[in-house]
């Protein structure tokens, strides 16, 4: 009888754990820029008059598959999924805009209400990492539900546009298409499969799979052995039926009238069944193939799809990885906020004094940030800590300081000395000592 060998355990054998393929840690000294594009961005959608929303990071897969497509390669191949306990399929959002339209019909948000929704969080897809594309990214996803002309279409474009102009990130392009009705496109796919066809020996494996499920995916291949027979094939935009055509030409015009430059490309279709009419994409050349950093579209027939009231739609995703890393080759990311004042404690029986002390001055002194040093150390180690910190004064408790009712206070980047403070006068004191210690390093 053969043996199986037990799995190994990382308790067996003492071995660090690695992180899941595709997940990546966001480490301290990231976290400003992250911070600083979430505050951004948060300012300027509520400043256009969108609201946040928060949904589950688990659905019910079905919820995915009729949303989605099951022929799509998020589907197909990406989504996490699983059966839980009680035997139900579950996934690991890939998208957010299906779980947003999920929350408004499970909590009766429709019935012709209109709504401008906004969120931020992790979403999952089993893809190959590569730079700015992880298996765990997180997206701002932006939704204007209810609204079915032009108008809100154009608003939302623009409104993106202000943001890259509020985080100082230059050289994003526009691009624009239309998808039509899900007539018109049922048209165009007859025709774009007939091109195919007659070129298939030309095709891809990726391109060959789509060929039967999701032909207009084709378009979207990043092959370069591709592009040829891609720039060969029947234009979408030549099947468009009469009211699509008006309804994009007014997004056209009114996108120039307010100053934002977009170029016409009609290979964009997008990933995901559910779009129809405008679909657009915010593309870099900084972060190569996967080169779009925001891209969204309408989706008028999707509410209905699962089990809403007919709700025209529109909204758009963010991959936030990708912007902060344009952010940081900008040079648009803030340093760690240092504290104001660092407190050096003297002997073991001074830190509960000084800790009582600091924390009395958080609350009469709200605007001024303090480090305390825990964990001991000797004053020369502490006073280390203290410059490397960034704190523009040090303030010293020890037990001889204590027992004679004072503190000392040390500016750390000017040039006076060290003085004596009594605790009774501190707040004013500290008030001085600061104005005089000049700026943080």
Same mark, same amino acid.
């Given at each position: 009888?053969?043996?199986?060998?037990?799995?190994?355990?990382?308790?067996?054998?003492?071995?660090?754990?690695?992180?899941?393929?595709?997940?990546?840690?966001?480490?301290?000294? %990231?976290?400003?820029?992250?911070?600083?594009?979430?505050?951004?961005?948060?300012?300027?959608?509520?400043?256009?008059?969108?609201?946040?929303?928060?949904?589950?990071?688990?659905?019910?897969?079905?919820?995915?598959?009729?949303?989605?497509?099951?022929?799509?390669?998020?589907?197909?191949?990406?989504?996490?999924?699983?059966?839980?306990?009680?035997?139900?399929?579950?996934?690991?959002?890939?998208?957010?805009?299906?779980?947003?339209?999920?929350?408004?019909?499970?909590?009766?948000?429709?019935?012709?209400?209109?709504?401008?929704?906004?969120?931020?969080?992790?979403?999952?897809?089993?893809?190959?990492? /590569? %730079?700015?594309?992880?298996? /765990?990214?997180?997206?701002?996803?932006?939704?204007?539900?209810?609204?079915?002309?032009?108008?809100?279409?154009?608003?939302?474009?623009?409104?993106?546009?202000?943001?890259?102009?509020?985080?100082?990130?230059?050289?994003?392009?526009?691009?624009?298409?239309?998808?039509?009705?899900?007539?018109?496109?049922?048209?165009?796919?007859?025709?774009?499969?007939?091109?195919?066809?007659?070129?298939?020996?030309?095709?891809?494996?990726?391109?060959?799979?789509?060929?039967?499920?999701?032909?207009l995916r084709v378009l979207d291949s990043k092959n370069p052995d591709m592009q040829e027979l891609i720039r060969g094939a029947p234009l979408l935009?030549?099947?468009?039926?009469?009211?699509?055509?008006?309804?994009?030409?007014?997004?056209?015009?009114?996108?120039?009238?307010?100053?934002?430059?977009?170029?016409?490309?009609?290979r964009l279709v997008r990933g995901l069944d559910y779009y129809n009419r405008t679909v657009f994409e915010w593309i870099t050349a900084s972060t190569?193939?996967?080169?779009?950093?925001?891209?969204?579209?309408?989706?008028?027939?999707?509410?209905?799809?699962?089990?809403?009231?007919?709700?025209?739609?529109?909204?758009?995703?963010?991959?936030?990885?990708?912007?902060?890393?344009?952010?940081?080759?900008?040079?648009?990311?803030?340093?760690?906020?240092?504290?104001?004042?660092?407190?050096?404690?003297?002997?073991?029986?001074?830190?509960?004094?000084?800790?009582?002390?600091?924390?009395?001055?958080?609350?009469?002194?709200?605007?001024?940030?303090?480090?305390?040093?825990?964990?001991?150390?000797?004053?020369?180690?502490?006073?280390?800590?203290?410059?490397?910190?960034?704190?523009?004064?040090?303030?010293?408790?020890?037990?001889?300081?204590?027992?004679?009712?004072?503190?000392?206070?040390?500016?750390?980047?000017?040039?006076?000395?060290?003085?004596?403070?009594?605790?009774?006068?501190?707040?004013?004191?500290?008030?001085?000592?600061?104005?005089?210690?000049?700026?943080?390093?």
């Amino acid at each position: 009888m053969r043996r199986h060998r037990a799995s190994r355990t990382v308790s067996d054998v003492g071995e660090q754990i690695q992180p899941v393929r595709g997940m990546n840690d966001v480490l301290p000294e %990231a976290i400003g820029a992250w911070q600083y594009f979430e505050c951004r961005t948060r300012e300027l959608l509520g400043a256009y008059g969108y609201e946040e929303i928060r949904v589950p990071l688990l659905e019910h897969t079905e919820l995915f598959q009729r949303a989605i497509g099951e022929h799509t390669d998020v589907v197909g191949k990406e989504m996490y999924t699983f059966i839980d306990r009680g035997g139900d399929s579950l996934t690991l959002r890939p998208e957010a805009t299906a779980g947003i339209v999920r929350a408004l019909i499970s909590n009766g948000m429709l019935r012709g209400q209109r709504h401008k929704l906004w969120c931020l969080g992790p979403m999952f897809r089993h893809e190959a990492p /590569q %730079a700015g594309r992880y298996r /765990q990214f997180w997206q701002v996803d932006v939704e204007a539900i209810g609204c079915p002309g032009p108008d809100v279409d154009a608003e939302l474009i623009a409104m993106s546009a202000r943001l890259w102009d509020r985080l100082g990130i230059a050289g994003l392009r526009l691009q624009l298409n239309s998808l039509g009705t899900p007539e018109s496109r049922r048209l165009y796919r007859a025709r774009l499969v007939d091109y195919l066809k007659a070129h298939e020996a030309q095709l891809d494996s990726d391109s060959r799979r789509r060929l039967t499920g999701n032909p207009l995916r084709v378009l979207d291949s990043k092959n370069p052995d591709m592009q040829e027979l891609i720039r060969g094939a029947p234009l979408l935009t030549e099947h468009l039926d009469a009211e699509s055509q008006a309804h994009f030409a007014e997004l056209c015009a009114t996108l120039r009238a307010v100053g934002v430059p977009y170029e016409i490309n009609p290979r964009l279709v997008r990933g995901l069944d559910y779009y129809n009419r405008t679909v657009f994409e915010w593309i870099t050349a900084s972060t190569g193939a996967q080169n779009a950093v925001c891209s969204g579209g309408r989706y008028d027939g999707l509410i209905a799809q699962l089990g809403g009231d007919a709700t025209p739609a529109i909204g758009f995703a963010m991959g936030v990885e990708r912007l902060v890393a344009l952010l940081v080759a900008a040079g648009r990311t803030p340093a760690a906020a240092a504290p104001d004042v660092y407190v050096v404690v003297g002997g073991p029986h001074s830190f509960t004094p000084a800790l009582q002390l600091i924390e009395r001055l958080r609350t009469e002194r709200p605007a001024v940030r303090f480090e305390l040093n825990v964990g001991g150390g000797a004053l020369k180690a502490q006073f280390r800590r203290a410059d490397r910190s960034g704190a523009r004064l040090a303030l010293i408790l020890g037990e001889d300081e204590i027992a004679r009712g004072v503190v000392a206070l040390k500016p750390l980047r000017g040039s006076g000395g060290q003085s004596e403070c009594p605790m009774a006068q501190l707040p004013a004191g500290l008030d001085a000592a600061l104005a005089a210690a000049g700026p943080g390093a």
